[in-house]
């Protein structure tokens, strides 16, 4: 069956440094994936779209890549700010075009 | 409107009431979704509409949930008799249509927070 995984525990790093979420996925063959961040108390908002012929993309201090080899995007924001915590999930088109979400991965950023 | 919109923010409720809760999607958003977030996980796909058809309901965990949309604007879901595994925040979102590359962005409302006593 399609899955996406997403680690569910919280990653806790120093502001200044680099964080990476991944996301990984089985039994699909997506066009392309979407990340989106989510706030306590809010919902999700978009951040980043990749296509499925696109290797990296950039915004500011996000980047994202896509390997459909290894059925792998990961998410990296640089110099990381304590206003960059939050819950991050990546998103991908399944059946009858609905967005399938991951569960998410919470990211703290220490000051 | 500026962004989607939900109402009830939040709603309290006795076991086996029923519920409605109301999106209104941003304007000349064709696809409309529902989903459901539990404390602490995921959001669960319910239904998604594309305009005021529902081609993908296969989410909706039982037949006590249901929705409908109006033309390309207002959805409302209705949950009846309402047991206490419902509690959870529920979210709509839009998008300007679905089937479109780039076009399935999805556009979030605030949700409503329904808890069942």
């Known amino acids: 069956s399609q899955k996406i995984e997403q680690n569910s525990e919280a990653l806790n790093i120093q502001e200044g440094k680099t964080a990476t979420l991944t996301c990984n996925y089985t039994n699909y063959s997506p066009a392309y994936l979407q990340w989106y961040r989510q706030d306590p108390g809010r919902g999700p908002v978009f951040l980043l779209l990749?296509?499925?012929?696109?290797k990296e993309k950039r915004k500011e201090r996000l980047k994202v890549t896509f390997d459909t080899t290894l059925k792998q995007s990961l998410f990296h924001i640089t110099a990381s700010q304590p206003a960059d915590s939050a819950t991050y999930l990546c998103a991908l088109e399944g059946s009858s075009y609905k967005l399938i979400f991951g569960s998410g991965t919470r990211l703290l950023v220490r000051p | 409107g500026a962004g989607v919109s939900q109402s009830p923010s939040n709603k309290v409720t006795e076991k086996g009431k029923d519920v409605e809760l109301r999106c209104d999607p941003i304007s000349g958003h064709t696809a409309l979704y529902w989903y459901r977030q539990r404390l602490g996980q995921g959001l669960e796909f319910l239904i998604y509409?594309?305009?005021?058809?529902?081609?993908?309901k296969s989410g909706l965990p039982s037949d006590r949930f249901s929705a409908e949309r109006t033309g390309e604007s207002v959805s409302t879901l209705t949950i009846q008799r309402t047991q206490q595994e419902d509690s959870a925040v529920y979210l709509c979102?839009?998008?300007?249509?679905?089937?479109?590359?780039?076009?399935?962005?999805?556009?979030f409302g605030a949700g409503t927070r329904l808890s069942v006593l």
């Open positions: 979102a839009s998008s300007l249509r679905v089937g479109t590359l780039a076009k399935n962005i999805q556009y």
């Open positions: 990749i296509r499925e012929n696109e």
């Open positions: 509409f594309q305009g005021n058809s529902a081609p993908d």
